[in-house]
């Protein structure tokens, strides 16, 4: 059966998260309905990583095997017809070999977090930004996410439902820049590593957002890494602003 990889971008507001639930909402089932009307009978498209409820994608990757050989082109045109009216697009289509897997074949993933600071609420970009009304201390969050970076024992960041086998990861790079807007700024937090735990980065950048705002000195963020407890993180951020933004291999199916 063919492989075929796709390069994914979704609003997820309106879903319950990437994995198939029952009588909820999915991309995942969304795109495997969509497939459905190409081909009968069941598919299992199978993701980078499985977002939670409300977290989007900008570059998202899955793959799929089908029965028919499709002119990659073709496919992706008849998906996102089939996929409307779901705010899910599919960016790109490629045939792939068939040891190669959207999860497994990965060897980092990046994550976008866009924090919008003014007093106004957002209204353009409502549900696609974390809205917080003060503005915060940039270099202070720089020195708090640095010592982040490396190979650590991330128990403090994970949610306590993570079923990752072990807590340990390497944080290869947490860039966070500002950016003037009306009346306020953005704040945009990207953070790159081979894999993640489960709310490791909305656990990251609500303790940021701490150290930001003044609440946290940049060298708690290290004392709460190093106790290796869930209760000394700061407040884990709410999903509105976070993006499944790239996944990366050694060879990338789509260049």
């Known amino acids: 059966m063919p492989r075929y990889a796709f390069q994914i971008e979704y609003d997820g507001s309106p879903f319950a998260g990437w994995q198939r ?6 991309v995942q089932g969304s795109i495997e309905a969509a497939l459905a009307r190409l081909e009968p009978g069941p598919h299992s498209v199978i993701a980078a990583g499985r977002t939670d409820a409300g977290v989007h994608a900008s570059a998202q990757v899955a793959h799929v095997d089908l029965a028919k050989d499709w002119d990659t082109y073709r496919l992706s045109e008849a998906l996102n017809h089939h996929l409307r009216p779901h705010p899910i697009a599919i960016l ?9 897997h959207a999860r497994f074949s990965a060897i980092e993933r990046r994550y976008a977090f866009r924090l919008m600071q003014r007093r106004a609420p957002p209204t353009f970009e409502c549900g696609q930004v974390w809205h917080i009304r003060k503005p915060l201390d940039l270099d202070a969050m720089r020195a708090g996410a640095a010592h982040l970076i490396g190979h650590h024992d991330f128990t403090t960041y994970r949610s306590t439902f993570c079923q990752a086998k072990s807590p340990e990861k390497t944080m290869d790079e947490i860039t966070i820049e500002a950016h003037e807007i009306a009346r306020g700024m953005e704040y945009r937090f990207y953070l790159r590593a081979r894999s993640f735990l489960h ?8 303790t940021l957002e701490r150290v930001g705002a003044g609440s946290w000195a940049p060298e708690r963020v290290k004392e709460a890494l190093e106790a290796r407890d869930r209760a000394a993180c700061g407040p884990v951020c709410p999903p509105q602003g976070l993006y499944l933004a790239g996944v990366g291999y050694p060879d990338d199916p789509f260049s």
Do not use: K, T
Not at 21 to 26: K, L, M, T, V, Y
Not at 199 to 206: A, E, F, H
């Open 21 to 26: 639930q029952i009588n909820q909402p999915s």
């Open 92 to 100: 790109a289509c490629e045939r792939v070999s068939d040891d190669f």
């Open 199 to 206: 709310n490791q980065v909305r656990s990251i950048v609500g």
